[in-house]
C-alpha cells in the first residue's frame, strides 16, 4: 500500500483474531461459526467498507466494534483500548432510519443528544446544524410519514453525525434507495467525511458503492467470515462512479473476488 500520509496515523480501530458464534438448530445447542480469525485494522479518518455475501457476518462484526456483541475470542480495540460495551465515541446507522414517528425531524436529530444528557440550547444548535449539513433545515419542523425514504435517511445520518463519534458504523444505509438518489447521497457522504474527517466504516452488498466510497474495500468470505481480500482505492475525491472509469476496473475485481463466496451463500440458502 502506498499511502504513507495514512499508514503513519494511530489505529483508531483494531480487531485481533476475533471469533463469533451463534447457538443454531431447534434444540440450540448447535453452534454457527459466524466469524473466524477476523483481522481488521483502520486508521484514524480512513473510510473502508466491508463487502460479502448475505450471512457472511459484516452487520455482527459492525456489532462487535459498537459494543453490542462480544467476540468469543479475540481482541477488539478502539484507541488501543478494548471494547467494553457501546459508548457515545460510536454510531451505528442501519438499513432502515429507525426514526420515531411522533418526534417532527429535528426532535429526532436532537434526540440522541438528549439522552447523552446535552442540554436543551445546545442540543438545538447541534442538530440545526448537522441538518443543514444533510441539507434538510427546511423540513425540521415536518412529521417523519412527510418525508421520503432518502430524506428519512438524511435524518438519520444528521442524527449520527450531531453525537459527534470518532466512528460511523453504516450498515447498508442506503440499500432501500433508488440508484439516483444513492449517488447523491455518494457524494454527499464523501462531501461530509472530508468536512468531518471521521473514521468510517461502511458494509454494504453493494460493490460499486464500496468501490466508490471507500479508501479500501475488504472482501469477506462466506461463513464463517474472514477477510479473503484487500483492495485499495486511490483515487482523488469527490469520486463519481460514472464518471470515474478505473472505479469501473477495480470493481470487476473485486467482484471476481467475491462471485465464489456468493454461489456458496445461494447454495446453502437453496438447501
Ligand atoms: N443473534 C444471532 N443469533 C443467531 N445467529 C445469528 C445472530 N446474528 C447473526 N447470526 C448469524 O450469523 C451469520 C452472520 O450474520 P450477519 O447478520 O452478521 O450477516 P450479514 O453479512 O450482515 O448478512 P446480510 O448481508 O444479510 O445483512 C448469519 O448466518 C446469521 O444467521
Ligand atoms: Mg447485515
Redesign the pocket.
Known amino acids: 500500500m502506498n499511502r504513507p500520509d495514512v499508514e503513519s496515523r494511530a489505529d483508531k480501530i483494531r480487531l485481533e483474531g476475533v471469533h463469533k458464534g ?3 438448530g431447534q434444540d440450540r445447542k448447535g453452534r ?1 461459526l ?1 466469524l473466524q480469525n477476523v483481522d481488521i485494522a483502520i486508521k484514524q479518518g480512513e473510510f473502508v467498507c466491508i463487502v ?10 459492525l ?1 462487535i466494534i459498537a459494543g453490542l ?1 462480544k467476540p468469543d475470542r479475540g481482541r477488539v480495540l478502539v484507541d488501543g483500548r478494548e471494547v467494553g460495551g457501546p459508548a457515545p465515541d460510536r454510531v451505528v446507522m442501519f438499513q432502515e432510519a429507525a426514526l420515531f414517528p411522533w418526534l417532527t425531524v429535528i426532535e429526532n436529530v436532537e434526540f440522541g443528544l438528549e439522552m447523552q444528557g446535552v442540554g436543551r440550547a445546545e442540543r438545538r444548535k447541534r442538530a440545526e446544524k448537522h441538518l443543514s449539513l444533510v441539507r434538510l433545515s427546511h423540513f425540521r419542523d415536518s412529521f417523519v410519514h412527510e418525508l421520503s425514504g432518502g430524506m428519512k435517511q438524511r435524518v438519520a445520518l444528521a442524527r449520527a453525525l450531531a453525537m459527534d463519534p470518532d466512528i460511523l458504523l453504516m ?2 444505509p442506503f440499500a432501500a434507495l433508488d440508484a439516483q438518489t444513492r449517488d447523491r447521497f455518494h457524494l454527499e457522504l464523501q462531501q461530509i467525511w472530508m468536512k468531518t474527517k471521521k473514521t468510517i466504516l461502511f ?1 454494504t ?1 453493494n460493490v460499486s458503492e464500496a468501490v466508490c466510497l471507500g479508501d479500501r474495500v475488504l472482501v ?1 468470505s462466506y ?1 464463517p ?1 474472514r477477510i479473503k481480500k484487500e483492495f485499495t482505492v486511490d483515487r482523488p475525491r469527490p469520486r463519481e462512479y460514472r464518471t470515474t472509469p478505473e472505479l469501473a476496473c477495480i470493481t470487476a475485481m473485486v467482484l471476481d473476488e467475491l462471485r465464489g463466496e456468493v454461489d456458496k451463500a445461494a447454495k446453502e440458502e437453496m438447501g
Open positions: 451463534f447457538p443454531m454457527l459466524a460479502g455475501p448475505t450471512g457472511c457476518g459484516k452487520t455482527t462484526i456489532n456483541a450498515d447498508e458494509v452488498h469477506l461463513r467470515g
